[in-house]
Structures are given as C-alpha cells and as structure tokens.
C-alpha cells in the first residue's frame, strides 16, 4: 500500500493529522492507496512556504524560470510511460488515452507556459506630447489552484504552469479522487530543480483542504476546475476578500448536426465528442441535436458505432471505455438514466451498469447510452450528467435548434456540423458559449481563450489570459512636459 505525502517547502511529509483516507482504484473497486487527509495547518504550511519562496522566485530573471519549466515539461514526457499507467489505475481512464491525451498535454501546458512567458509583454498608451502610461504586470504572490478528477494531471498543470511561469508561488489541491499524478509530479519538480516552496501541493477532502485554501487571507488567487456548485461556494467566500477568482464549471454542451454536413465524418466525431473518457470530460457534447431530414439515418449510424464501443479493463489496449471515476458517480450516473427513463426517454442502447469478470468485477463500469424521445427542457437535457450518457432531438429550423442549444444554464463549449459557411459564422455568433467548435471538436491550440459562460464559469484560461489572471497590472504614467 502506498502512502501519498504532501510536499511543502520541498519535502514530502505526512499530514499533521496523521489520518489518511483510502484512494480506490476505479476500474477494480479495490483501495490500492492512501492519500493524506490533511486540513488547515498543512494548508497553514504549504501558505507560509509559499510566501518564503516568493521574492526570490518572483525576482528571477524569466529566462531561468523558464528553463526549469522546460526541465519539468521534459522530465514529464520521460516518464510518460509512467504517469499515464498511474493516471490510468487513478482514473479508470484506458491507458491507450492517458498515453496519448493525458500525459502529454500535461508536459504541453508546461513548455507552452515556460515559453509564453519569455513573450509576454505589456501595454504601453501614449498621450501624444503630454505623458506615456505603460503597464507593469506583477505576479500576484501566494495563488491557489483546485483542481477535479476528470483529467487529474493534464488540468492540474494547466493551473500551476501558467501561475509559477507568472512568478507566483502555489498552494495546490489535486482531486482526493485522482491524487496519484499530482503526486509523483512533485517528485520530478524536486529532480527539475524547481526552488522549494515554489509549487506546494496539499492532499485532502475539498470541503476541507479546498475550503482552507479557499478560506486563507494570503491567498489572493484562486483558480479552480470542477463542479458548478463548488464553484458557487468558491465564489461566496472570495467575493468579501477581493480575491480573483477564475472558475471552469460544469458544461451541458450542444452538438448541433445539420443535414448539409460532411455525415460520416459528423458521426465519427459525435462518437468520440459524446463517450471520450466516459463522457467526462467539461467539453463533451451531451445533447445531440439532428435536423429531422437526417434524423432516422443519424440514430441508425450513431447507435450502430456506439454499440461496437469495447468497455473493458482500461489496461486492455482493446478498451475504447474503461470505468467511470468512483462509486458515487457511477451511482450518480445511473441515476440520471432512470431521471431519463421516468421522463419519457426510450434507451435506444446502452443504460446499464456492466458487471465484468475476475478482478474488475467490482469496478465501475457503465454502459454508452444512448437515448431519444426526451423535450429539450426536461432535466435530463437541462443538467450535467458527465457520463457515458448523450440524448439525440430533432429539430426544424436554426431559429428552433439555438433555442434548444441555448436552453440551459450552462455555456461551456458547443459544436456545429454544417458546409454552409455562412450559417456556420451566423450559428457560432449566436451560441451562448465560450467556445465553438465547427465540423471538429476538441481540437484545441493552447493560445486560444478558454472557458465558458452562464454557469459555466467566470475568467478564461489559455494563452496569455492565464497570465492576465496571475499577475496584477499597475498603470504607470510618466509627464512629458
Ligand atoms: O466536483 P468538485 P465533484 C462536475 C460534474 C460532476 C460534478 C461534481 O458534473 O458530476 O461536477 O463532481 C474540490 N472548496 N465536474 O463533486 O467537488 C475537490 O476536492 C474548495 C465538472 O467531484 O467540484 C476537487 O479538488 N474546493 C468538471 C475539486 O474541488 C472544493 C470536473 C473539484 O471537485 C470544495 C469535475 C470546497 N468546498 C466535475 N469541495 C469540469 N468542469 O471539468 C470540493 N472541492
């Protein structure tokens, strides 16, 4: 059994409580480590280590933080083989997926941060012959960065890269569901030669780890991935102490399919779109809309491909789908379904819990499910189930389709297959979203900004918005006369 520590001032050490909670590896039900249940004194250390390595961090030359960025972008890509299988095990992730997405973009969003920040520059406004403004950006100091379980590694980096490449000193909480990665990332920032205190990553429940970061005075930051709710509470506590906040929630995004689209190449996306990583991913499409003109024919082909998914072990190189995170949201997930059913839903495949064999008999497997039938505004289309679950309705018009689209309370990404350019430009321009995908989905460049509207979310990360958000601007006005 392996025991996770924390790592604080660049030391791994236990909790002050010595308590630890039981870490399950998903695609086997069984508990295969232990994770540091800590609370607010090592939330207390990590802050104080923090604030010690901030001056010296934040007065380095960029340059060389940057190279130790690099290092770290490269010690992550050597240890690929590694991380992606924990990543896997943590997750219920097929490893073919954490190898491919997970682990890589993890080292991408550390050498793109590394690299940005030697382009990064700031305004400068001239007053013709009366006086020059210009910008300084300066780090924020101690920032905190929440992160969830859907993709442990890839969006825990996606914080602290941009946040330490800024300047600033971090107090990090991975998800208590998926903590592997995070964990033995912090053992190649001590072989990359990141200075101690630069990076502090405390283990531990959200409602007490997350809260005490949340919570700490000299944490003027908070950048947090995760549920709307969380979100909500996040927001109640920072709002009195003006901390910046920047928030990536939940998504209930539209996939919109009009009958003039590339049809093969429509389907074979909506595959991945709807089940990659069992439909737990923020930019899932959950709602799949279809003109009525190629309705039938889409069902047909839609639910023939996702009847030939392989759910399996996510070590089986076969698996397109291993097991949904934790028990809970497979229950959770289960329950959606029967929501849908109680709603009038026909399950046209798919609905169940699968029970597997051998050692992953107790693993939390669920089968892609596919269901039509339901009103655009009933709560299975109107709330996240960020499962292997996608509803298909047909629609008459673009007027009646972006009613729909924009029916819920979210706004996190949406999708639109169309070869008609200009209704494409005229669709994107009109979707209540923060981003856009046309005729593809996830394709993603790490400039662009990201995250959404409504409910899901305030701020935007990527490119040179993180940066934005981790430093704070100081006009500076100089008399010419
Ligand atoms: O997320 P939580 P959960 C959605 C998805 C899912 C639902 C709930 O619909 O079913 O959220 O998932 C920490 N103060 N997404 O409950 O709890 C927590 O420890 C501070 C969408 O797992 O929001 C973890 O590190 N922090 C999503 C992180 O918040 C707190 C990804 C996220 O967990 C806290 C995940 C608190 N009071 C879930 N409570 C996306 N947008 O990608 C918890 N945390």
Known sequence: MTFLENYIAGE????????????????????????????????????????????????????????????????????????????????????????????PRASANIRFYATAIMHYASESHAMEDAAINYTLRKPIGVVGCISPWNLPLYLFTWKIAPAIAAGNCVVAKPSEVTPMTAYLFTKLCKQAGLPDGVLNVVHGLGPKVGAAITEHPEIKAISFTGGTITGETIARISAPMFKKISLELGGKNPNIIFADCDFEKAVSTS??????????ICLCGSRIFIERSIYEKFKAAFVSKVKELKVGDPFDDNSDQGAVVSETHMNKVLACIETAKKEGGEILCGGE?????????????????????????????????????????????????????????????????????????????????????VNCWLVRDLRTPFGG?????????????????????????????
């Open 12 to 103: 791994l050490l236990p909790p002050v409580s010595k308590a630890y909670l039981g870490n399950v590896n998903p695609s086997t039900g069984i508990e295969y480590s232990k994770i540091p249940d800590s609370d607010k004194e090592d939330v207390e250390k990590a802050v104080q280590s923090a604030k010690a390595a901030f001056p010296s961090w934040s007065k380095m030359p960029k340059e060389k933080r940057s190279r130790v960025l690099i290092k770290l972008a490269d010690l992550i890509e050597e240890n690929l083989e590694e991380l992606a299988a924990a990543e896997a095990k943590d997750n219920g992730k097929p490893l073919k997926l954490a190898t491919r997405v997970d682990i």
């Open 453 to 481: 509207v409504k409910n899901s979310g305030v701020g935007r990360e990527g490119g040179f918005e993180a940066l934005h958000f981790f430093t704070e601007p100081k006009n500076v006005c100089i008399n010419l006369k």
């Open 271 to 280: 595959i991945h779109s709807s089940f990659a990583n069992q439909g737990q």
């Open 353 to 437: 819990r699968i029970v597997m064999q051998g050692n992953l008999a107790n693993g939390y497997y669920i089968q892609p499910t596919v269901i039509d039938g339901l009103a655009f505004n009933c709560q299975t289309n109107q709330e996240e189930i960020f499962g292997p679950v996608v509803t298909l309705t047909p629609f008459d018009s673009e007027e009646e389709v972006l009613k729909y689209a924009n029916s819920t309370k979210y706004g996190l990404a949406s999708t639109v297959w169309t070869s008609d350019v200009t209704r494409a430009h005229r669709i994107a321009s009109e979707l209540e979203a923060g981003i856009v995908w």
